[in-house]
């Protein structure tokens, strides 16, 4: 069965620095479009960073220069490295994954099946 599971929230103060993981099983990995994704208490869940098969990334506006994807094939594991992180980058981050997405809708999350449980960022001001 395709899980995502990811780690690595927690709390900061504005300033800092996080770095969030997300393990894929096997085939959802391999060939899948992956993203990151977050949503704030009553807001739409949007799209931040994604990375697609061929490793091309797409960045939101809001976090370009601040946040970074990477990935580990070997550990099946995607990473958002998150700096200089602000109180309006607090909320839900969410993994997900979908095995074929244009380049235009990388950060639509209406293109993703398959998402993982969340991991709550909190910053301070």
């Known amino acids: 069965q395709a899980q995502l599971v990811e780690s690595g929230g927690g709390s900061v103060q504005a300033g800092g620095s996080l770095r969030l993981s997300c393990a894929a099983s096997?085939?959802?990995?391999?060939?899948?479009?992956m993203g990151w994704f977050r949503q704030a208490p009553g807001k739409e869940r949007e799209g931040v960073v994604a990375i697609d098969s061929d490793g091309s990334t797409t960045v939101a506006d809001s976090v370009n220069g601040r946040f970074t994807i990477s990935q580990d094939n070997a550990k099946n594991t995607v990473y958002l490295q998150m700096n200089s992180l602000k109180p309006e980058d607090t909320a839900m981050y969410y993994c997900?994954?979908?095995?074929?997405?244009?380049?235009?809708?990388?950060?639509?999350?209406?293109?993703?099946?398959?998402w993982g449980q969340g991991t709550q960022v909190t910053v301070s001001s």
């Open positions: 096997g085939y959802i990995y391999t060939r899948y479009c």
């Open positions: 997900a994954a979908a095995r074929r997405v244009s380049y235009w809708r990388h950060l639509s999350p209406a293109e993703y099946n398959y």
